[in-house]
């Protein structure tokens, strides 16, 4: 099987042009970070809002590339075409294009199994439950950090080398972008997570964005589905596609193929027993219970794992193997992360991103940890809600009394409304704090937290409040 791609093969894919002395190299390894280059990778200049890659082209091959992909507009001179004659300058269109057209290419060259996830809610976790079971016995290529774009998807992509699987995330905030990713990555297995409030501000409705989430079926062969059986609109869609698609259901409230039951909540970690009902396309799988432990609480976490357990069988894996690979799983950094301070202080670092779904389950997880010690929740604003905003940061409040936390501080334009609703029902106006920045928010946890304190710090990620964590864990 050929996965090597030649300068060839580049110039085909992105019909681009090689502008000095014509060269038959590998195509390998692939960055867009000169900061980052390393001997012999390939450079792609690509242009954001703020900043313009290709204007570094020659810093890459300074520190090693031997090779560049450029847009056509890059200016490059006859002396510079002289100078760096040893090394391969292609111009194309547009690079962000071209990067999209090498990874599809480079994807057909790998007849594996490809995992894509997307959701509202859960789509990083999931994938990282996914890719430690799968890791216990194939070789596994995951997504990294947030790279789940038009951009970080076919960098993603393009680290191909000998795995046996990969397990793709797929993030969107407007009609037809996954439609974009999902026929790069061509998944052979998707999973949507869930269908919440996430960018309802750009996309208008929870009915838009569930229509966004299933272009992931676009670009698969065969529609080998797996969704949240509990989440209501995932459900109804369920109903009225179940003859069309093959897809397999969890869920913990609805009659699904797999389930979560006797579900135990810890401080640190959950059990359950899930029990499986079908697993394949043929439904071959008997019934069977296997007991899970997952090495963090929440419930959301529960769904999240009944996802790795159904890919693991799909895939061949032992119950042990899909046991072991769960209960190991390390989860992105700022996601749920718990930080122990001194004086038995836990941090619950949740800042990278935040919905109004996410909040509340952050918040009900909180509520649930040790009764004896004090509970405070830090929140800022999420973002992308447009004219729902309001409703949402409303909900949350409306969680925060629910829970009976006992201490809210808050900082942002929209916690004004998560305030004004966990005052209405109930929450006692001498327990929150409103700060009007980052450095003040810090400096209020420092001087109310004391032993034993559970704090919660959530917020959209634009809010930065994972420098807040940072901060008070330095300070200790």
């Known amino acids: ?8 093969d580049i110039i085909k894919v992105t019909k681009g042009e090689i502008i000095n002395e014509k060269q038959e190299i590998i195509f390998e390894n692939f960055s867009k970070d000169t900061r980052e280059i390393k001997k012999g990778d390939i450079y792609v200049g690509i242009k954001g809002n703020t900043y313009n890659g290709n204007l570094f082209w020659k810093d890459a091959l300074e520190h090693g590339a031997k090779a560049v992909i450029i ?29 999209q057209e090498i990874a599809t290419y ?9 995992i894509g996830i997307t959701g509202s809610v859960g789509k990083t976790s999931t994938r990282d439950l996914i890719s430690s079971v799968l890791s216990q016995k194939y070789k596994t290529l995951s997504t990294v950090g947030n790279q789940n774009n038009d951009i970080g998807l076919p960098f993603t992509i393009l680290k191909l080398k000998d795995h046996e699987v990969a397990v793709i995330e797929m993030g969107m905030n407007q009609l037809g972008q996954i439609s974009c990713l999902t026929k790069i990555a061509q998944p052979t297995i998707s999973v949507i997570t869930s269908i919440g409030t996430s960018h309802i501000g750009d996309l208008k409705s929870r009915e838009n964005i569930l229509k966004a989430k299933l272009e992931i079926l676009e670009g698969m062969e065969k529609k080998n589905l797996i969704i949240n059986n509990d989440n209501d609109l995932l459900h109804e869609w369920y109903q009225n596609n179940k003859e069309e698609y093959n897809i397999i259901t969890y869920g913990i409230e609805n009659l699904s193929d797999v389930e979560a039951n ?11 027993i899930c029990e499986i009902k079908k697993c394949h396309e043929n439904n071959s799988t008997e019934d069977e219970k296997i007991k899970v432990k997952i090495p963090i609480s929440g419930k959301h976490f529960v769904y999240n794992a009944m996802c790795a357990v159904i890919i693991g069988k799909q895939l061949g894996l032992t119950n042990e193997e899909i046991v072991k690979g769960i209960n190991e799983t390390n989860l992105t950094q700022k996601r749920m992360q718990i930080i122990k301070l001194k004086e038995n202080i836990t941090i619950i670092n949740d800042s990278y991103n935040a919905s109004c779904e996410a909040m509340k389950a952050a918040i009900e997880y909180l509520g649930g940890r040790n009764n ?10 999420m973002f992308d809600l447009g004219e729902y905003s309001e409703e949402l940061h409303r909900k949350v409040g409306k969680e ?15 916690t004004k409304y998560i305030i004004d609703e966990a005052i209405k029902y109930g929450m006692k106006q001498e327990t929150i704090y409103y700060e009007s920045n980052n450095k003040a928010v810090k400096n209020r946890i420092k001087q109310i937290m004391k032993s034993n304190d559970e704090i919660l710090v959530k917020a959209s990620n634009g809010m930065k409040f994972f420098n807040i964590v940072e901060e008070i864990t330095k300070e200790g």
């Open 262 to 272: 006797e579900i135990q909540e810890y401080e640190e970690y959950s059990e359950f």
């Open 1 to 8: 099987m050929k996965t090597e791609m030649t300068t060839k």
């Open 400 to 414: 925060v009394a629910k829970k009976k936390i006992d201490i809210l501080i808050c900082s942002g334009n929209q």
């Open 372 to 381: 004896k010690n004090r509970k405070i929740a830090v929140l800022g604003d």
């Open 106 to 114: 480079k994807r057909n060259l790998y007849n594996i199994p490809v």
């Open 71 to 99: 847009d056509e507009d890059t200016e490059v001179t006859e002396q510079e075409i002289q100078k760096y004659k040893e090394k391969t300058i292609i111009k194309v269109k547009d690079t962000i294009k071209a990067i």
